[in-house]
């Protein structure tokens, strides 16, 4: 619970701005969603498909399954609530990518999700410029991870959920 605490800590550190703050709990879930997006949409080997006849598997899904396995060293709790998270950008980029066929949008689910990651990723980069401080990830890259369980952190103490 300390590495979590520390993490936790430390990527708070460069987040105390209002703006900034306010920027990272709409881009973070945001940057988090497109690259699911972006990675399930990866072609897939054969394998996957002789492997797993019944179920529509993808590299996001593998990739969350790793993930998952890094929340879970962290804490078990927030891994639940990472892991719902998931689920729902994952059965969110299936509605999304639907409704953008049925629409006969001019784009896809790519290109959705690279301008969804470019824009957040401006907007974050703004907030950091307010705050005055770099993004944690350009320190260590396993903050990327860490964002989202800092959002996350702030809903359990709310609710005062035990992580």
Known sequence: MNE????????GESHQNKLNKTIHWFCVPLIFWSIV???SIIPRPDLFSQLFESFEINWAMLALLFI????ISLSFSLSIGMLIFSLVCLFS???VDGLLI???APFGISQCSLFVFV???ILQFYGHKVEGKKPSFLKDIQFLLIGPLWLLSFLYSRFKIPY
């Open 102 to 104: 049925r629409i006969n």
């Open 68 to 71: 998952m396995v890094y929340y």
């Open 37 to 39: 997006a972006i990675v």
């Open 119 to 121: 824009v957040s990723w």
């Open 4 to 11: 979590l605490n520390d993490l936790l800590n430390e990527y």
């Open 93 to 95: 980029i299936i509605y």
